[in-house]
């Protein structure tokens, strides 16, 4: 999200869509990594030490989840960054100077996607719609259908994906089923998300989900033929004037 990061032009769409949702009178909760190049003393972080504390358990491992907030500038809306010393100290992303992929991407991607899901769970706060952007969200729509469909706060809670052209999949190795199979899920659970000997997160996260955008120009024809068999309710981006379809789509969930 612009102004804390923005990549290929997605942090500007997102950063226009919870304030039109606010005018909307949509109480919006956002929740992001708190990647190493996110300047904390420029973008007024602090710790939020009342949500602070948990830890998340990934393949048996802990790691702490550190959440930490800031106001979105120009509204009232607050930004919630999940932390964590060992994923997001690196002053890059999702790949190294050199453009080679972290090796932990997978371990991130299930720690953000179990820490985002624990932490609206300790606000106590129950959302009508989760709205899941990029790749990097793609377990979440599985993770509310599956470990988290009996939870009270998740009750009755619809879930949107936005699709985006990249993606980082071909870098996961065979563990990943392992290891995103959290809270005594089983590893075949998430068969959607194979895809032959690979993996495939758009894939995983279409079977999940209720409703699809495309936030790219285009999306592949394997994609496109996987939404129309699943009869997925479908948005397609506009160039200009996106902001009022997208909202005409969270109601048509509410």
């Given at each position: 999200m612009d102004p804390y990061l923005d990549l290929d032009g997605i942090g500007t769409l997102i950063q226009k869509l919870p304030a039109a949702a606010q005018d909307e009178g949509m109480e919006i909760r956002i929740l992001m990594p708190r990647f190493g190049v996110i300047n904390e003393r420029r973008h007024r972080l602090h710790e939020v030490v009342r949500l602070s504390g948990m830890n998340i358990i990934i393949d048996d491992d802990?790691?702490?989840l550190i959440i930490k907030v800031a106001s979105l500038p120009g509204?009232?809306?607050?930004v919630y960054f999940l932390d964590n010393d060992e994923f997001f100290k690196k002053k890059f992303v999702f790949t190294a100077e050199d453009g080679t992929p972290f090796q932990d991407n997978q371990e991130k991607m299930v720690f953000f996607c179990k820490g985002a899901l624990e932490t609206v769970r300790k606000f106590g706060w129950s959302p009508d719609i989760v709205h899941c952007h990029g790749w990097m969200t793609h377990l979440v729509p599985f993770y509310l259908k599956s470990a988290y469909k009996n939870d009270p706060i998740f009750k009755g809670c619809k879930v949107i994906t936005s699709l985006y052209e990249n993606t980082i999949e071909s870098?996961?190795?065979?563990e990943f089923i392992r290891k995103a199979a959290i809270n005594n899920l089983?590893?075949?659970?998430l068969a959607a998300y194979k895809n032959g000997v690979g993996i495939s997160l758009q894939k995983g996260a279409i079977?999940?989900?209720d409703g699809i955008i495309n936030g790219s120009a285009t999306l592949s024809e394997n994609l496109e033929t996987a939404i129309k068999d699943l009869k997925k309710p479908f948005l397609q981006t506009e160039a200009e004037n996106f902001?009022?379809?997208y909202i005409q789509f969270y109601k048509n969930f509410i």
């Open positions: 802990d790691y702490a509204s009232r809306i607050q870098t996961f190795s065979d089983k590893p075949d659970q079977q999940y989900s902001l009022p379809s």
